[in-house]
């Protein structure tokens, strides 16, 4: 009669071979998985959020040559970005009876305006009981300058006889109209502002005229 082993008496009493710790998988938990899964969800809708509110998108924009209007900042149709970036950062956009911002943020030839840079700004500008032309940064403040005039006006130009006029835009004073601006800026947005023009109503849009602008001497 054969006898049976159940057990090999040469491994009994020995464990198998355990795998490295470093060959094995690891399984991470639900919590973990639906805590990554909630940390990426939320940096991408702030982020995206922020975007959104920094560089509003430009519905509803009348784009004349390179500058830019939103008409209906201001009123009750106003988009929600324009109306978040405007809480954010707290400017006061003009009422549509009031007039029209223009914003400028390259020149004629589609180069990202430099505040190292000289610009010359010639043509005529839209039709407008009054209106202003000054430099800001890309965060839309006045440039800082030594210069005690922010700006240039339509009442303070010099027109040649056709109308049209040439305004300077540099960090040194020139002679004729001169725009200050600073070498020193984060940035450079030029910003025309037009009071009571029929613009505001959506008529006479084609064919109006606007400014230039031309790069002159770079630093």
């Known amino acids: 009669m054969t006898l049976a082993l159940f057990h090999d008496p040469e491994t009994d009493g020995l464990r198998p071979d355990r795998v490295p710790s470093i060959l094995r998988r690891r399984r991470r938990s639900l919590a973990l998985d639906l805590a990554i899964v909630i940390a990426v969800a939320m940096a991408t809708g702030f982020s995206t959020a922020y975007l959104a509110v920094e560089r509003a998108p430009a519905f509803g924009a009348l784009r004349l040559g390179v500058w830019e209007a939103r008409p209906r900042q201001g009123t009750r149709e106003a988009d929600p970005y324009s109306t978040a970036t405007h809480a954010r950062t707290g400017r006061v956009p003009l009422a549509s009876g009031e007039g029209l911002m223009f914003l400028a943020e390259t020149d004629s ?17 839209a039709p407008a009981r009054l209106w202003t032309l000054v430099a800001l940064d890309s965060e839309m403040r006045l440039v800082a300058d030594v210069s005690p005039r922010s700006g240039v006006d339509s009442r303070h130009l010099l027109r040649r006889p056709d109308g049209d006029f040439t305004i300077t835009a540099a960090a040194r004073a020139r002679p004729g109209n001169w725009l200050p601006t600073s070498n020193t800026a984060q940035g450079l947005v030029l910003a025309l502002r037009l009071y009571d023009t029929p613009l505001t109503t959506g008529t006479g849009v084609a064919n109006v005229p606007m400014p230039e602008i031309r790069r002159g001497t770079c630093r």
Do not use: K, V
Not at 113 to 121: A, G, H, M
């Open 109 to 125: 030839t589609g180069a990202a305006l430099s505040p190292r840079c000289d610009y010359e700004i010639s043509g005529q500008a």
